[in-house]
């Protein structure tokens, strides 16, 4: 039943090598460079879909920026999306999927890198916020209790006095 | 000055600055190589002319293989880099092989019958070979050594010293 399900992806994945009528390579190919084998069984046809749109989703297409497979009309994408497919209806758990393409691109090929392996990536813009808010608080509140700062008080020099006064009169002249 | 006010604003700019140099500093499509140090994915494929190819087959010699495509500028510059060194290391037990990139045969045969090559070139149906070597683009080149483990991955071209460096370190 397997291999049914198996040469039945392979059919509609890859055209050009079933028609080369190839079985062997095919097969090959299928199995080959997969260090575990699946965890179970194939899944039902509704079941296949939705994990493969999951995952078409979740990974990232190799040669764009920023895009999904699923988003991904290019060429590279469409490979991944296929051999996804595949994997799927081979009886590969996501987890063992998603394994596989990190082992091959690095965690990178993760659109959301998993949040358990980055938490401090996720808490800090939170952990700064807080620390800032609670700056400003204790620097308001120290603004409300402290003394208010004291005015430099003003003493007019003595000996500048007669200075001051001449020119108050001669305002005073041209005021007239 | 008010020390307070510099001491608050450098505490703000200076992490974000960092933050930034580091984020610019470096090619967001630089990736790092998943594969390198460990054992090089095996595959089987056929090449353009039918004829079967496994890497498993060569294992206990050197083997360089280059993922490429004819529409790709850098592949066509890499390629007498590649030729000369096929002919310069191939005597000496070096393995050559080129797998074909999301491109159409016809094209690589009409190139390569302008271009020449001294080496094998595969097919990779759907893509699986280039997926399992983690390609995010091409050229890629990746040196595997007599144990089948992958010593190093080129992405771009690859320049004559780093060819030739490499595989006077394989040998």
Not at chain 1, 64 to 93: F, H, W
Not at chain 1, 96 to 115: C, H, M, N, S
Request: hydrophobic share 45%.
């Amino acid at each position: 039943m397997r291999s049914l399900l198996l040469a039945l992806a392979l059919c509609a994945a890859t055209p050009a090598v079933a028609a080369g009528d190839d079985a062997d390579i095919v097969e090959e190919l299928a199995n080959a460079q997969l260090p575990d084998p699946p965890m179970e069984d194939p899944p039902e046809e509704a079941t296949a879909v939705a994990r493969t749109e999951r995952l078409q989703k979740a990974l990232r297409c190799p040669v764009c920026q920023g895009l999904s497979v699923a988003d991904s009309p290019a060429d590279a994408a469409r490979a991944m999306g296929n051999r996804i497919e595949e994997l799927v209806l081979q009886g590969y758990t996501e987890d063992q999927i998603t394994e596989y393409f990190v082992d091959r691109y690095g965690a990178w090929v993760e659109l959301e890198p998993p949040k358990e392996e980055h938490q401090t990536l996720f808490i800090a813009p939170f952990v700064g916020l807080s620390l800032g808010v609670l700056v400003l608080l204790v620097w308001a509140r120290r603004r409300e209790d402290g003394e208010p700062e004291a005015v430099p008080s003003y003493s007019p020099d003595p000996a500048l006095s007669q200075y001051r006064d001449r020119i108050l009169a001669e305002l005073d002249e041209e005021a007239l | 000055m008010n020390w307070r006010v510099l001491i608050a604003g450098a505490v703000v700019t200076v992490p974000l600055v960092s933050l930034l140099a580091a984020g610019f500093g470096r090619d967001p499509k630089l990736r790092s190589n998943a594969l390198e140090g460990r054992d090089a994915p095996s595959f089987s494929l056929r090449t353009i002319d039918g004829e079967p190819f496994s890497l498993a087959d060569a294992k206990g010699s050197p083997v360089v293989v280059n993922f490429w495509s004819t529409w790709c500028q850098p592949c066509k510059i890499e390629h007498p880099v590649l030729m000369d060194a096929a002919e310069a290391y191939g005597p000496a037990g070096v393995h050559f092989v080129a797998v074909i990139y999301q491109d159409d045969v016809s094209k690589v045969r009409a190139y390569l019958n302008r271009a020449g090559s001294h080496w094998p070139t595969l097919e990779d149906p759907g893509g699986r070979t280039a997926i399992a070597y983690g390609v995010a683009g091409v050229p890629e080149t990746f040196f595997i050594d007599k144990d089948g483990v992958i010593v190093r991955k080129v992405s771009g071209p690859v320049s004559q010293p780093i060819m030739v460096t490499t595989l006077e370190e394989m040998l």
